[in-house]
């Protein structure tokens, strides 16, 4: 098994403390409305370490397992550990999501993801370029969302 390391980033202008709400604690109210491929995130568990964040999509799911949450400087680490992302060579991937603030009033948020593979397969970063690309859309939408609607996650 080889581990396979990527790094994005994206710059938005909403506050890290309401992306973090909304990518992270209250993603069960705000993703289906932003992506119409979302049918529902649901969390089992108390929504804390452990818990798992199962998002049903139009297409298929994917569970994510809990890892670290720190709500006061917007820190979160998950698992995808079951869906149809995951496929012959990739066995589990871990994410670490960092909000910090941006000098201008919005924020950045970096994402370190962690592609552990089954076997000797090698990663490029183009055979994961196509779903880097669609959470980053997601995430761009969801920013919009936010400055469309100033009461959410407020």
Known sequence: MGVFSFFHELKTNVSPKRMFKALITDNHDVLPKVSPSIKSVETIGDGGVGSIKLTNFSDGY?????????????????TLVEGDALDDKVEKVCYEMKFEDSKDGGCV?????????????????EDVNAGQDHAMGLYKACADYLVANPHVCA
């Open 62 to 78: 994917m569970k994510n397992r809990v890892d670290f949450v720190d709500a006061e400087n917007y820190v979160s680490k998950f």
């Open 109 to 125: 948020i970096k994402i370190t993801s962690d592609y552990y593979t089954k076997g000797d397969v090698v990663l490029k970063e």
